[in-house]
């Protein structure tokens, strides 16, 4: 495919999400370590140094949350509490059984979902302040039954957590509030400081740094999944609004320098059309990220989009509603010109932590699930145990393992 003078492939683009992961892995580590061997001592350090501000404490205090609703406008707050309202609905009436029970009379099989003791959430700052991401985690986290949700954000230029923010925070539920961004944030939350209780999990969305950290600290804490610099990929026909689909690309372009936002049309007029409005609205913009191709159909675009597995997905096409079930790999998937990804990102109900890079071929997006493990549970009788004795008796034997034969031939002694 080609429009203007860039080759677009799934694998090039793969390979511009991909590498600068592999490069700030190593660029993260020493950050990591760091945290780890001195703790509040390098949050502090390190922050002056990447955020270039002192800050007036690491945890923030009750009273600072309190104070915050004074500062924030009442129809926000109103906002905040419609979005959580929708996130609320959605995750509670999609989340799994907790408990489940097979009664096969002789055998019993169960399986429950445990909620994860406590977790840590990412909300990035920086750039702009995400307070619908504290919503996105913080009520999913609610509803799982999480004990300890503890939020890490950059501070602002003063050292202090946007009063925004800790308004989200608080509506969504989470415990703890700390002013410190960036991978150093991960590693705390990853390993503790004297300041911050390290953490069984950690969740959400930031920048390459943040990213990588979470990759690497993986090895030891579970996270959600590598969800870093934004991308949608649309997929439009000449029936589609060009207005409308240059404005979800840029959408996207605004969340960071990094962000990628890939157009592929069957119209090579609503492609030109696409490219100038995008010039016209998008001057501050990393228009270089925006990649706009004309594809032969909807078929070739939509396996195109399978091999990139996008974060945002939308179909803006005729009859778009009939290719749903052809989506193989997205992080969410966003039908018809009046669903732009915006919508999601803030009231829509689903979850905008998102896997990013082509992960959405290996994780889901954030839900209630994402805060639970299950266990598995059997009790067999007598019967029950005599009916499967001699398969697993035989199957312990070939293995080697004569003292799990044994253990089932006592139990079966008359």
């Known amino acids: 495919m080609r429009w203007g ?9 793969l390979t511009e999400r991909r590498k600068p992961l592999d490069e700030y892995i190593e660029k993260v580590r020493t950050i990591v370590e760091k945290v780890k061997n001195e703790g509040d001592k390098a949050l502090i350090e390190l922050t002056k140094k990447f955020d270039g501000v002192e800050l007036q404490y690491i945890k923030v205090p009750p009273e600072e949350i309190d104070a915050a609703y004074e500062e924030v406008d009442d129809e926000i707050i109103d906002a905040l509490e419609v979005a959580k309202q929708n996130i609320e609905r959605f995750h509670s009436i999609t989340c799994v059984e907790r408990e489940t029970f097979i009664d096969f009379g002789d055998v019993v099989l169960g399986k429950r979902y445990i909620p994860f003791e406590s977790v840590g959430i990412y909300i990035p700052g920086g750039r702009a302040s995400y307070p619908s991401t504290a919503l996105m985690a913080g009520v999913p986290a609610s509803i799982a039954g999480v004990e300890r949700t503890a939020a890490c954000t950059p501070p602002d230029e003063n050292g202090r957590v946007k009063p925004l923010t800790l308004v989200a925070c608080d509506i969504a539920g989470i415990n703890e509030v700390y ?49 870093g610099p934004s991308e949608v990929l649309i997929i439009a026909d000449e029936t589609a609004n060009a207005r409308f689909v240059a404005l979800d690309a840029l959408a996207q ?75 193989k790999h997205a992080g969410s998937v966003f039908v018809g010109e009046y669903s732009p990804v915006a919508a ?71």
């Open 5 to 13: 003078f860039v080759m677009i492939t799934p694998k090039s683009l």
């Open 179 to 227: 002013a410190v961004g960036g991978a150093q944030a991960i590693a705390a939350l990853a390993y503790g400081t004297e300041s911050v209780k390290p953490v069984d999990k950690i969740v959400g969305p930031g920048n390459v740094y943040v990213t990588a950290a979470k990759i690497l600290v993986s090895k030891d804490v579970p996270i959600d999944m590598p969800a």
């Open 253 to 327: 372009l605004e969340h960071d320098p990094m962000a990628i936002a890939v157009v592929l049309t069957t119209s090579e007029k609503l492609a030109k059309n696409v490219e100038s409005i995008a010039k016209e609205l998008g001057r501050n913009l990393n228009l270089e990220n925006l990649k706009i191709a004309v594809v032969k159909n909807v078929e070739e675009a939509i396996e195109i989009s399978n091999r990139f597995a996008p974060e945002h997905l939308e179909l803006i096409f005729d009859g778009a509603d009939n290719y749903l079930n052809r989506i």
């Open 344 to 414: 999601g990102d803030y009231a829509s109900g689903t979850n905008h932590i998102l896997p990013t890079a082509g992960y959405a071929k290996r994780f889901s997006g954030l839900s209630v699930e994402t805060f639970l493990k299950h266990t598995t549970f059997q009790k067999l009788s007598k019967d029950g145990l005599r009916r499967i004795g001699q398969a697993v008796i035989k199957l312990a034997n070939a293995e080697g393992l004569p003292l799990h034969a044994k253990s089932i031939e006592e139990r079966l002694k008359e």
